[in-house]
């Protein structure tokens, strides 16, 4: 994976085999001092990286000294950054490793070596229940749960865009262990692909899938709960 520690900062060039045309041009504007190009990457990666550090930190405020902390990294390992990765991946995988650091101060996270390690058993309460998903490789919903929520048809559908159900996405997802909710974050909020959230949280494809599934598996129920209760209310 790439490790922005390891780049020497007195050698500016890129392997631009491993960069899309987009990051290398992108790149050399930022090592140009484009205002403009900081900006772009400022507003493009911003929301993620606040999303990643939220994570790992007891408040908002820490994660906005987070991103700030890693935006410093960026800046400071821009020149040695060698494209091992894409542009994103490389920023990201400072963001995670600065959250941590912040979070292991705060008492509050597992060590480096220990992310993405939540793949344990599939038995019990939490179960992964791979028959509710379609494959990775289905040809038009991979991925995706098999089946909705129990009569979710019986819902106007202001309920089921409504914030309230929103809210209940959002505090299942703030239950889930740290490296479940970043696979989720990443994979079905932000749309990274999988092997660029293999590649920032140091995760094999595999324990990634399991996380997914698992993370998902918590959310649906979270939201079949509400939906049942408010149907009941409505009955």
């Known amino acids: 994976m790439p490790d922005h520690k390891t780049d020497s900062p007195r050698s500016a060039s890129t392997d631009t085999q491993a960069l899309s045309p987009e990051d290398v041009q992108l790149v050399s504007r930022l090592r140009a001092g484009d205002q403009a190009a900081f900006i772009e990457v400022i507003r493009s990666f911003g929301p993620t990286m606040l999303r990643i550090a939220r994570l790992y930190v007891r408040s908002d405020e820490v994660a906005e000294e987070v991103v700030q902390e890693a ?5 400071q390992g821009l020149e040695g950054f060698q494209g091992r990765s894409a542009f994103r991946t490389w920023v990201l995988t400072i963001v995670v490793h600065s959250a941590l650091r912040r979070g292991q101060r ?4 597992a060590p480096f070596s220990s992310v993405g390690q939540d793949s344990g ?9 791979l028959d509710r998903f379609f494959s990775g490789d289905h040809p038009r919903w991979p991925s995706t749960w098999t089946t909705v929520v129990p ?3 019986e819902l106007p559908e202001e309920k089921l865009l409504s914030g309230e159900a929103m809210g209940v996405v959002e505090t299942a997802i703030s239950g889930l262990p740290d490296s479940q909710a970043a696979v989720l974050i990443l994979h079905d909020i932000e749309g ?4 660029e959230i293999c590649e920032t949280l140091e995760l094999a494809d595999g324990n990634r899938r399991i996380l997914l599934h698992r993370a998902r598996n918590r959310v649906r129920a979270a939201l079949e709960h509400y939906f049942d209760d408010r149907l009941a209310l409505d009955a």
Request: net charge negative; hydrophobic share 35%.
């Open 121 to 129: 058993s599939a038995s019990g309460d939490d179960s992964l229940e």
């Open 106 to 109: 705060e008492a509050r996270s």
């Open 151 to 153: 009569r979710l048809g």
């Open 192 to 195: 990274l692909p999988p092997e």
């Open 71 to 75: 935006w410093i990294s960026v800046l």
